[in-house]
Nanobody, 116 residues
């Protein structure tokens, strides 16, 4: 398994969760790491992405609430989610994307459910 995601669960609105995605060293070092999410009946959307340069991207819907970070020593990317809302409920997928090669890898999804 090249991308191993974990950390989903059930949380009340306003609560927090942290997702983790461990990658193989080669994938981690050569790719931008990110998280997508897919709610039932909806398309899979990019939530956040962290580049090896240190720059980050966030979807407007999560700005100020979610923080993505890379731990280079552990080849792991984290998504710290705070002030969770019911509309954040989705299956979250870890993603590794190589901008130059236009190639990507996917981890298995992890369910995040936010109750109102």
């Amino acid at each position: 398994v090249q991308l191993q995601a974990s950390g989903g669960g059930l949380v009340q609105a306003g609560g927090s969760l942290r997702l983790s995605c461990a990658a193989s060293p080669t994938i981690f070092s050569n790719n931008a790491m990110g998280w997508y999410r897919q709610a039932p009946g909806k398309q899979r959307d990019l939530v956040a992405r962290a580049f090896s340069s240190g720059s980050t991207y966030y979807a407007d819907s999560v700005k100020g609430r979610f923080t993505i970070s890379r731990d280079n020593a552990k080849n792991t990317v984290y998504l710290q989610m705070t002030s969770l809302k019911p509309e954040d409920t989705a299956v979250y997928y870890c993603n590794a994307f190589n901008v130059i090669r236009d190639s990507q890898y996917w981890g298995q999804g992890t369910q995040v459910t936010v109750s109102s």
